[in-house]
């Protein structure tokens, strides 16, 4: 029913800047939480940012004052500033999406990944 599309990640030296995108599309009444998790080679995927429907966000302590998260109705960003070799992973975008007037409509869902790589 819903799709996330995520895009932005590349590679960049440390001290650079990326800015991860995601679309949601497909059935969607109202969308309750979006945010961005990453997962490193060997780690448990984590929390990075997150966004409620009311506008609070929360950010993992490691990215708080380089990280922000946004949203645009359907569209979440990410913007990394001075990225270091810690925040290598895949970049995960989520939501919990409403399909419906129903409270049982919820769902959460998922986005295929982007790779950030930071350079020395």
């Known amino acids: 029913q819903v799709q996330l599309v995520e895009s932005g990640g590349g590679l960049v030296q440390a001290g650079g800047s990326l800015r991860l995108s995601c679309a949601a599309s497909g059935r969607i009444f109202s969308i309750n939480f979006m945010g961005w998790y990453r997962q490193a080679p060997g780690k448990q995927r984590e929390l990075v940012a997150g966004?409620?429907?009311?506008?609070s966000t929360n950010y993992a302590d490691s990215v708080k004052g380089r990280f922000t998260i946004s949203r645009d109705n359907a569209k979440v960003y990410l913007q990394m500033n001075s990225l270091k070799p810690e925040d290598i992973a895949v970049y995960y975008c989520?939501?919990?999406?409403?399909?419906?007037?129903?409270?049982?409509?919820?769902?959460?869902?998922w986005g295929q990944g982007t790779q950030v790589t930071v350079s020395s």
């Open positions: 989520s939501a919990n999406v409403a399909g419906g007037v129903s409270a049982f409509s919820a769902k959460d869902y």
């Open positions: 966004i409620a429907s009311g506008g």
